[in-house]
């Protein structure tokens, strides 16, 4: 069973969000300009004066076969038993916007970055299985599978279907100061969209206002899983 929680009619945190979208659209607007769009963002570029056009890319099929590009990666930071390098638009640096709490389709690339590496390798060398752990969700991991090597696309998808699955009521025996502040995140993502209030409270909705991909990192503990960052902007 999902946790749902009912919307009051109105209320002063309603109010306050409502001010802070409408006052953060210019800004949205301007940094839309400077990223390659994928198939489904709702921006349109003839809706941005004077702004440089966005080139929308499609994704590749979760398990399409990958390709590799030596210059788009970067060596781990860490010293761990196997050498591992990981693909540049999973490590930190802003090369992608990824919002997770919309579809892949939104996902944006800087220029520069072509869409095919969308379809590299996430790691040298190929893995065929990866953990992902949340630091700040410690109850919940994200695991990535395919058997002919991750790319950076299974990646995303994963990370995204993984933080959007609806949160069971045994999964709400948190502290209660966490639960609250999830349950704010909920009511104000699933306002305007009666669909989504249907569903509940989500996992995301624990990491409040950071729901853009900031990286991975190897993790602290010397084994062979990764921790993912989020940042509240990008």
Not at 22 to 30: E, F, H, T, V
Not at 183 to 199: G, M
Not at 206 to 219: D, E, S
């Amino acid at each position: 069973m999902n946790y749902r929680i009912g919307t009051p009619a109105s209320s002063s945190h309603h109010r306050s969000w409502a001010v802070h979208s409408a006052q953060s659209g210019s800004s949205g607007q301007a940094f839309q300009g400077h990223w390659s769009a994928l198939p489904g963002s709702s921006t349109s570029p003839s809706a941005i004066p004077n702004a440089p056009l966005l080139h929308p890319v499609s994704l590749p099929h979760p398990n399409a076969a990958s390709h590799q590009s030596p210059m788009s990666y970067q060596h781990s930071s860490t010293s761990h038993s196997s050498f591992i390098v990981l693909h540049s638009l999973l490590s930190y640096g802003p090369n992608l916007r990824f919002n997770i709490t919309q579809d892949l389709a939104h996902v944006q690339l800087r220029p520069g970055c072509s869409p095919t590496m969308l379809q590299e390798l996430a790691v040298q060398p190929p893995v065929s299985h990866m953990i992902i752990t949340i630091p700040e969700l410690c109850a919940w991991t994200i695991e990535v599978v395919n058997p002919r090597g991750i790319t950076v696309n299974n990646v995303l998808a994963m990370i995204r279907e993984t933080l959007n699955r609806s949160v069971a009521s045994h999964e709400m025996q948190r502290s209660s100061r966490a639960v609250n502040a999830a349950i704010d995140s909920f009511r104000a993502r699933s306002r305007a969209d009666p669909r989504e209030h249907a569903q509940g409270v989500k996992r995301v909705d624990f990491l409040g206002p950071k729901v853009f991909f900031a990286g991975l990192a190897r993790a602290r503990d010397g084994s062979d899983s990764w921790e993912i960052h989020f940042a509240q902007n990008v």
